[in-house]
């Protein structure tokens, strides 16, 4: 019984279509005609994207006192894609152009909305892309927008040099003074001494300790003799005796003192070194950022520039239409019952 009264109600429905069909008909055509209409004279937008490539500048990992070096490349790219979405550069970009009015905040809120930029996954590259009502101006706006972007970064990379520059220049000047203050106190401290070479000096002094006290023994026997046998030659080796002793005392000192000449002299060559490695590296790095400053290139390649687009992609006329005509059937199919169900109640 169920299924008998579904088949007659069915039936009806389908009789209740056959009687309003041109009614749901013209609503059908009275909205696809509409839709296409009003895409029609709708404002057409373009769109158009290009295409770059970011290679780091390979330098940035050589001169680690660069300020501003990236990280890894990922980290450069992701840097890229917030600069080229940036509203300042937005507006450089239309500054570049000659586009910018009085209304400026406008006009550079209009094309920084529709601007987009992502990175093309497993690869250094960017896609950028923009939307406006001219299709001439979006490909010219896009390559300025790169062009400005290409400048800004190198804008940027040549400041971070600039300032480890001045940095590495000041560290320079100061390493240069402490290099020639390490080494005029080492000469000083070998004029002083007259030291030239320490193991020589040792044996010499050992020497000289050896014949000093040989020639004191003798001395010192002649004076016995002399005072045995009432020589008056007593009063002269005495005094003989005595500068001999004099200068054994003085020669075992200056040997006993080389080993701290050695330490001290130890000490002053160390800092010498050490000052002048450091000198050597700032001068090393101070080198490498002139030749950093002066080849200074761009890190951005264009692979694909922006062209100039020939469709426009809103409005779709064929998208509309059908989405119309698709609800003017519903539409239509629903008056329709509703106008029957009226019917029966009068």
Request: hydrophobic share 45%; charged share 25%; proline share 3%.
């Amino acid at each position: 019984m169920d299924q008998m009264d579904y088949e007659i109600d069915l039936i009806e429905c389908l009789q209740v279509l056959g009687r309003r069909k041109w009614l749901i008909l013209a609503i059908i055509i009275a909205s696809v005609l509409s839709a296409y209409i009003v895409s029609s004279t709708m404002t057409k937008f373009y769109s158009a994207s290009c295409v770059i490539m970011i290679r780091p500048n390979p330098l940035e990992g050589l001169i680690s006192l660069q300020e501003g070096a990236a990280g890894t490349p990922q980290a450069s790219i992701k840097d890229y894609v917030e600069i080229l979405t940036a509203r300042a550069l937005v507006e450089e970009a239309l500054a570049k152009l000659g586009w910018l009015s009085s209304d400026t905040p406008e006009e550079i809120d209009s094309w920084h909305k529709v601007l987009s930029a992502s990175q093309i996954s497993g690869t250094n590259m960017v896609k950028v892309s923009v939307e406006n009502s001219n299709p001439d101006r979006v490909a010219d706006f896009l390559n300025a927008l790169v062009e400005a972007c290409r400048d800004k970064k190198q804008e940027i990379n040549l400041q971070s040099i600039g300032r480890a520059k001045t940095h590495v220049e000041e560290q320079l000047a100061f390493a240069e003074q402490r290099l020639k203050e390490d080494e005029e106190a080492l000469l000083k401290y070998k004029q002083a001494n007259a030291i030239t070479d320490l193991s020589v000096e040792a044996i010499a002094d050992s020497a000289r300790v050896v014949i000093l006290d040989k020639l004191l023994s003798e001395a010192s026997a002649r004076l016995q003799s002399a005072k045995a046998k009432g020589n008056p030659e007593v009063a002269a080796l005495k005094a003989e005796q005595a500068a001999l002793d004099t200068a054994l005392r003085q020669a075992k000192a200056e040997l006993a003192a080389i080993p701290k000449k050695e330490v001290e002299t130890a000490r002053l060559e160390r800092n010498r070194q050490t000052s002048e490695a450091v000198y050597t590296m700032l001068r090393t790095r101070y080198e490498e950022l002139q030749i950093s400053e002066a080849i200074q290139g761009s890190e951005i390649f264009t692979i694909d520039a922006a062209i100039v687009p020939d469709k426009p992609i809103k409005p779709r006329k064929l998208l509309n239409t059908a989405i119309a005509g698709i609800l003017g059937l519903f539409v239509g199919v629903g008056l329709a019952f509703v106008l029957e169900h009226t019917d029966k109640l009068k």
